[in-house]
Every structure is written in C-alpha cells, then in structure tokens.
C-alpha cells in the first residue's frame, strides 16, 4: 500500500471514529455507571459484549471469569494485534460515580478504556479499513487491573477458577497473547502543562506478602513474661527492613510500604496474631527477586530475635513493563497526527504497577497516557473534563496504530516484533518464573516452650 493510500485510510478511520462520538461516549457513560470490582464485571463485560454484537461480531465470553475478546479479521492473513481495554473500578467510595453498594468507582478512568475499546471497533468496521488490512485485531475486555480484595480473589484460586490475581496474567496464562505480535491500550493520566499526551517509560513490578507472626498469649499485666509478643516480633520484622532500605540501589528504584492488618486482640492480652502485608517493587525483576528476599530474611529474623513464628505468604504481583520503541514510534506518531507534535510528551518511568508489565516481557506492548482529566487516581477528584480527549481520541490513536501495523501485509508488526527482545521466551517460561519466585515460606523460630 503507497504511503498516501495508508493516510487517506487512517484519515477515514479519524472520521469513522469522530462520527461515532455519541455513541463512543454512551458506552463510557455506561461503563462509568456500573463500576465493579476485579473478577466481578458481568454488568461491564455484558455491556461491551452488546456492542460487539450489534457490529456483527461473534464475541467469546468468560476469558479469566469475566474477560471479552472479538476478531476482526483483514483480506488476507497476517500477523494479529491485541487491543486491550481494562474493566474494573477501585475502591472509593467518596467518589460522587461511586456504588453505594461496594463503594467501587471508577476513579482510575478504565471506563474509558471500554469506551476506546469499542471506538475501535467501530472506527476499524464503518470505515470499511480492517478490509485493506493483513491479520487480525483481537480487541480484548480485561479483568482485574487493580490488584484489590486479595483474600477474594485466592479463595476464587482455592476454588480452581483462577491462578494469578491479575487479569492480564491469567489471559496470558491460558495462552490468550500466543501469537500476537503486539498489544496496545491507552490509560488515562493527567498531563504536565501545555501537553495532551506521551508514550513511553516504564513501571515497577512487585511481589505481594501477607506475613503473619504467631506468638503466645498471656495477661499483659500480670504475667508477660509466659507469652511470646508477635507484635514485637512484627516491629522488629519491620525495623529490620528499614535497615535495609540503605542498603537499596537508586537505579533499582526499590520501594517497600508495608501495612499492619493486625496488631493483637485485646490490650490486655500479649499479641499472639499479628498480620501484615506489604509490595516489594523494584524496576527489574532481578533486583525485585534480591530485594525480597533481603525483606523476608529481615521479617524472619524479628520472629527469631522473639522466639515467635513467621508464616510468610510471597503472592503473584505483577512484573516491571519492558518498552518497545519501535511500538512506541508507532503509537507516537499517530498522537502527533491527531494532537500535534507539540501536544506529545514523554513518558516518564513510574513507581507504579501494572499487569500489562507481565505482558510486555513476553510480547511487545505500548501503554500511551491520555489527558482529559484532573484530580489524583484513586481518588474522589477525579474525573473526565475533556471526554473528546478522554474517550474518542485514544480510540482514533489505537486504531491507526493498528492501520500502521497491518498495512502491507502486516510489515509494521513484523518489524516491530523483530526489534523486540522479550525478557521470557512465551508463557512457559512467564509461569516458571513465577513458580520458582512463589513459594509459601515460614520460618519456625525456637520452641515457644
């Protein structure tokens, strides 16, 4: 395809898309409505399967409990793209679009991810493009993002329904992004001053901890001396790793913010159930694999200094996300193509996390931030002031990025594909590293008697 003929075709998908605003902006209104938490969308993903089927699409439900995914298919075969769109809420229930019921709200902005989702469908299909394509866009409704209810969610891993906490993680585990040569999402971000949007950076990877000290009960007044404190044990747990947080390199951007859920039963009574929890996030998995085991080593020798028991549970995180220049030019220059050159900005390396990380050491990823908002993620001021910005735009941005890669028999995606060095070498090798990272570890400090 001459490069003219590929940028008239990109300017009727801009039109396709900008045409179907009304609609683009029903399904976030929607999805805004209806905020639910991870593992438990049914009213988003029935929502986005309603929309997939008036555009004549034959979509799979069910993927990782509640998960979405539709074909579109080109002329002709071809490498495949995902498109992905994340469905869940956080908790906050101060936020005014909050469910009194759970307090879920969308307060990340994904309903406007299942907006751009479905934009994309429709900018692809009315403009008639996914017929001058090679390949496949795979446009995926994903569970699960925010890494919330954690004792919800191992019991649907008890139940055999899931493996992973996340929902990305679990897609790739049943094979979901086998074959794809990239994916791409966009997220919304508030922008610095005088830009609209940027690509590129990365984010930290974590692994999840529940700690738990057992210690022995006794009056606190009368007799301490028969019980065995694990709430000192914890505090002491917990001095250690800040002695170590010297000890953590500046590139390794280690962070380790831990919480207690428990501190004993009655004032009266020597603790003898401590519980914490906490991340250990860092921006490689290498240094997020020596960092953990420099905290349970730390939360271990608390337990050892009181004669107290430690029961450490290492939990699934998600991993650091791998850029993709080549996928990053991409998504860049269609901001730039809808925004303005001046409007881009660049994307900066994060402290946060997300499940696309899992993804992007297996397959090429790109994660542009969006404006249009204001106010902090994950809290009661934020919200959409801009839903031309926040919810038709990024669906024209992934749209045309999917035109950039499947034109010409898919040579876009090939080349991206070959410039990527992938960190693991397909899921396999994703699950063995988090079977050999993840193990329920305790350690017995002398006997309690």
Sequence with gaps: MAQAAREALKQRVLQAVAARRDDILAVAGAALACPELGFREERTSALIQGWFERLGLKPSTGLAMTGVKALLRGSSPGPRIAVLAEMDAVVCPQHPAADPRTGAAHACGHHAQVAALVGVALGLIDSGAIGHLSGEVALIAVPAEEYVEIEYRQ?????????????????????EFNGVHAVLMAHLSPQAEGKKAGVGGDTTGFVGKLVRYLGREAHAGAEPHRGVNALNAALLGLAGINALRETFREQDRIRVHPILTRGGDLVNVVPADVRLETYVRAATVEAMIWANRKVNRALRAGALALGAEAEITDLPGYLPRLPCPALDQVVRSNLALVLGEAAVGEGEDGGGSTDLGDVSQVVPSAHPLVGGVEGRPHSRDFRVVDPSL????????????????????????????????PALDGPEAYLRLWEALLKEESQMGPSLG
């Design 155 to 175: 019991r649907l891993i008890a139940e055999g329904h899931i493996r992973f906490l996340g929902g990305k993680q679990e897609l790739l585990r049943l094979g």
């Design 390 to 421: 926040a919810y038709v735009v990024p669906a024209q941005i992934l749209a045309l990025s999917v035109v950039d890669l499947l034109a010409d028999g898919g040579a876009g995606a090939r080349l991206v594909r070959q410039s990527f060095e």
